[in-house]
């Protein structure tokens, strides 16, 4: 079957523009990752949702970072007034349960450019 | 907070060697520890979990150890080949919550 999708897979804006990426988990898989990854850097965990438990929203950088999964199967990152030091990759990765122990699928990623 | 370290950012080995690859952990140990492999460009690609209660771990080239007393995970791929050149990360599973990356192992396999 298909795997992680997330669009756009490149996507330039203007400092204080609000962007929204998105990403389409593997069909009926509950837990729901994003990531940011600079360049050359390790993946930094943003938000995690679980089912229909409440997101752990822990590693949002700030409030201009919001997230949702609607439905319990797509999920849209937002980033509002962007600035400089949001450019990065963000990813998004898929896992069967939210139990641990299983691995994560991984989309291949936006490619964020704020100039 | 919970933290994984990856002591090498790169690491060069000559083909046919065994590549080993370390990936220490802070506080307390999580229920599983996860290995990835990440090409340019792409996103990571699952390679091995091993459990808290396991020592050692393999599939085909792979194998991975999980030590609670030293906090420390070894990666290792034998007989190692240029196609094996990638970053490998290092990820602490506690049941699905606080899941966080190491910084990776850059790997070069040279001819």
């Known amino acids: 079957g298909a795997g992680v999708s997330q669009s756009p897979s490149n996507k330039v804006t203007e400092k204080g523009k609000d962007v929204e990426l998105r990403c389409d988990p593997i069909s009926g898989h509950t837990a729901l990752y994003w990531y940011r990854q600079s360049l050359g850097q390790g993946l930094e965990f943003l938000i995690y949702f679980q089912g229909n438990s409440a997101p752990d929203k822990s590693g949002l950088p700030s409030d201009r970072f919001s997230a949702e999964r609607t439905g319990g199967s797509v999920s849209t990152l937002t980033i509002q007034r962007t600035q400089q030091e949001d450019s990065a990759v963000y990813l998004c990765?898929?896992?069967?349960?939210?139990?641990?122990?299983?691995?994560?699928?991984f989309g291949p990623g936006t490619r964020l450019t704020v100039l | 907070s919970q933290k994984i370290e990856q002591n090498s950012e790169a690491l060069n080995i000559q083909e046919g060697k065994t590549a080993t690859l370390t990936c220490n952990y802070t506080?307390?140990?999580?229920?599983?520890l996860q290995w990835y492999r990440q090409d340019p460009g792409r996103g990571p690609v699952f390679l091995l979990l091993?459990?808290?209660?396991?020592k050692e771990k393999r599939k085909e080239r792979l194998k991975v150890t999980f030590d609670t007393t030293l906090k420390q995970s070894l990666f290792h791929i034998t007989a190692s080949q240029p196609a094996d050149s990638a970053t490998y990360l290092c990820a602490r599973d506690n049941y699905g919550q606080n899941f966080v990356f190491g910084p990776g192992t850059r790997l070069s396999v040279l001819p």
């Open positions: 990765a898929s896992s069967v349960t939210t139990s641990g122990g299983n691995e994560q699928f």
């Open positions: 091993i459990r808290e209660n396991e």
């Open positions: 506080n307390y140990s999580p229920a599983y």
